[in-house]
């Protein structure tokens, strides 16, 4: 029973910092941005990514698409963030 008070505790702990953090790209469906979009969220769904940087999605199948390949798709995310002929650039080499 420990355990699991631990547990939650943990999760809660984590979940409440992750919206206390600015989430990258200002908040926007990163799946969004991978694809070429810009999705503004409220960042209900989110993902605690490389570095513990957090990323937020439009909808819990967003995630679960973008968790599909997210190497990939975080690269495709950042380079239409930084400029979105990056991301042209990109599919084109792929």
Known sequence: MKRL?????MSIALFSNAHAANPEYGGECTLGLSEGRHAVTDCSVLWLGPNEKIYCFATQGAKDKFLEAPKENLSRAQAAWDDPSNLKRLLKRE
């Open 5 to 9: 008070i631990a547990a939650v505790a």
